[in-house]
Each structure stands twice: as C-alpha cells, then as structure tokens.
C-alpha cells in the first residue's frame, strides 16, 4: 500500500473495487482546512471520467500493470484471439474489454493489452490511427459541394464511417480509432 503522496499521472489504482488511470493530482491546502489531494481519473473497464478527493497521507492500492505489443489474429464469437509479438503466445481476449474500437480492428494489427500482476486483461488500446478500405459506399451527387456533405461508407472492417462526397469504393481511408471520424483520403 502507498500513500496519497505516492499519486502521479498514469498510475494505475484500485478504487472501490475497480481499476483507474490517474489523470491529474493536486495537491490543495485551503486555508486553514486539511490538505487533501484532487485526483482526475478514468475508468478502465467503462473508459468514465471519475473526480475523487483523498485526505492527505491516506492510503491507495497501486496496481503494477505491464503493457506489451500484441497483434490481433481472429474473433471467434465474444472472444478476440492476439499473439504475443515475443514470445508468439495467443490469449483470449473477452469483447468488453476491447470495447467499441473493435470495429476499425483488422486481422494482422499491432495493439497494446496491458495485464495486471495476475496476468488478467486490462486494457486493449488500439493506434490512434488506422487506414481502412472502403468497400460500399454510394456515389456523390453532382452540384452537391456547397457544404461540408457527408455520406455513409461502409469499410473493410463492416464498420460505418461518415465521408465526404469525394470518397468513392476502393479509396484508402484514415480513421480516428477514439471518435471513429473520417480524417483523410490515404495516398498508397
């Protein structure tokens, strides 16, 4: 166990019961009141925004977590298979703790898993970024540029992405992993 004075950015606590990344730590001594420290953090498992205050010196589980690179294989139901790119060991992966950015995951790609001391799955993070093809979307209606006009399009990975007109079937998109926007047409 470690103290309040022990917080810093990144850290990983347990905190009634669930895991959380240490976002910001102040340290506040209002007037002639007790220090106590405010701490931003966010939620492992549910990706939430949590803002706590401890008293000064109180005490907080720290949790050691290791991150690795890892590349994605298959999904099989609500299981997502990675291998270890070290050691080329495959582990399950549960849905959930992949999240909703599983839909830009394609078969082939590097991602982080942080595990904790028991070897349990944390966190999946994916790159910012990912380049996806565009396998359906619908033409662009001419005379229709007047505004910034998006239409659906459909990628390699099934998932949905808002486009601009200009994007046509077989275009190589870049897509922001966190929001799932439309950043840029990729040059191949």
């Known amino acids: 166990m470690a103290t309040t004075a022990d917080l810093r950015v990144g850290a990983v606590i347990r905190h009634n019961g669930e895991l959380c990344v240490v976002l910001e730590s102040i340290h506040r001594t ?79 790609m590097e991602v982080q898993i942080a595990r904790d001391e028991a070897e349990n799955v944390v966190q999946v993070t994916m790159p910012q970024h990912v380049a996806l093809r565009v396998t359906h979307t619908e033409p662009g209606v001419r005379g229709d540029t007047a505004t910034n ?22 275009d190589l998109i870049r897509v922001d992993t966190t929001t799932g926007d439309y950043m840029d047409r990729v040059k191949e």
Do not use: C, H
């Open 30 to 108: 209002p007037g002639n009141l007790r220090a106590f420290y405010q701490v931003k953090m966010r939620v492992i498992k549910t990706g939430k925004l949590r803002e706590e205050r401890f008293r000064s010196g109180e005490t907080i589980e720290f949790v050691r977590v290791e991150t690795r690179n890892f590349q994605y294989l298959f999904r099989d139901a609500d299981m997502f298979t990675f291998m270890d790119t070290d050691s080329y060991d495959q582990i399950p992966v549960n849905a959930d703790i992949v999240g909703d950015s599983a839909k830009f995951m394609k078969e082939g």
């Open 149 to 170: 006009v998006l239409k659906p399009a459909t990628v390699e990975t099934a998932a949905t992405v808002m486009v601009p007109l200009f994007v046509n079937e077989g």
